[in-house]
């Protein structure tokens, strides 16, 4: 892959369209732009990110997350491209670079648009609808790939689709947003069908002829593989994971020693351990200048934050030869030194068996699933049932955005499950009352 191709700033539906623009905001720009003003992006502070939405501690949701990962991958691609621009000063299109830590940014705030309510528990009850609940049944007049999409749903996937997808009373190509931002997001360029075990893909079958003009577009490798589509990644989304999984390893200890979770003096030897010794009186002696034991984690947090920018993209660029071949394996947490990737390792052991077990975030988890079957049961059977009263007085309520007169299945489906990610936990809930009339007002 070359960097010439893979910065291409040509507008996904817009592809025709050329505007002589005068200023300073590039069209990366106006991709971070066109994001923070958009309903989605905002939908996202009412989206769970790990523990439940705040009472009187706050806690990360996903809009907070979102704006964290832009500020950390935007100064890891920044620190990459200075060294990228000077290993090709010669070559005439090394001034492109300058817009990675843009597109990075972009691609950042974008990453978790796709996500549905109640976090990670939110995916997983969408696939098991399909793969153990009511959906199995619908599974003999799907496609194979249809139906890998629904079992194996992914909020990657989703993400691209509402960004590419011409929902009603959109403009062709969707948010419109630049090729290479698309490509930055998307962590896993391959269909649903090769998915495997992790369940993880990058788009659905309906997507999937725009991830293909995307990729082309950009000179991404493709692999040859049998029974789907597979391209190596962008290799800006390197960047994109770095700075996602910086930020949601370190910000979910902060957020559980804030609770109580975990206790100051562990918190402070885990993230300790990300330094050398002599580092480490400097910052002990800082601290003891910090009454606050937040304040203490809040420094630290910020001292790790920065140590894993530099060792990242140290990595990136270190292995930029094998990035562009479309042959690195892994991730960069995995490729950084020793000590910062065993201290790594340590806090996310200690996630597991801490945090992402919680009664408070296993509560959430339940409901969550509960929520979002009942949601989707409902759903489904109106589309495939529009005729019923019922049926009828549901549908009136889905935004009109969203194509539930489908002539296919599969597209009402999509439609079901486009407004369903769509919610925000709030809204999730209150809707499952009002359905269950937990929530009718009647006055007297």
Known sequence: MEWNRLI????????????????????????????VFSSPFRRLQNKTQVFPLPGSIFVHNRLTHSIEVA??????????????????????WAPRLDAMGEIVAAAC???????????????KAISTFFSEGAGKSLQPELQPQQWADLTRFDGNANAFRLLTHRFNGRRPGGFAMTYSTLASIVKYPYSSTLAGSKNKFGFFASEEESFIRVADTLGMKRIESAGGVRYARHPL????????DICYEVMDIEDAHKLGIIDTATVIDL??????????DRMNRTMSRLDDPNEKIGYLRSCVIGALVQECSRAFVDNERTILDGAFTGCLIDSISPRERDAYRSCSALSWDKIYRAPDVVDIELAGTSIITFL???LIHAVR????????????????QYEVNSPDLYGKIQAVIDHVSGMTDIYALDLFRRLNGMSLKINN
Do not use: W
């Open 237 to 244: 989304v390197y960047l994109v994971e770095a700075a996602d």
């Open 376 to 378: 989707m049961e409902k």
């Open 8 to 35: 291409c700033d040509t507008r996904f539906g817009l592809e025709d369209y050329h505007d002589s623009r005068t200023g300073q905001r590039s069209d990366f720009t106006r991709d971070y732009d066109r994001l």
């Open 71 to 92: 500020c950390v991958g935007r100064s890891l691609a920044n620190e990459s491209a200075i060294v990228l621009k000077e290993r090709h000063s010669s070559e005439p």
């Open 109 to 123: 705030l974008a990453h978790d648009l796709g996500n549905p309510p109640f976090g990670h528990s939110g995916e």
């Open 385 to 400: 049932e529009p005729q019923l009263n019922y049926s009828h007085l549901l549908l009136s309520k889905v935004p009109q």
């Open 271 to 280: 993230l300790l351990a990300f330094f050398p010794p002599e580092r480490v």
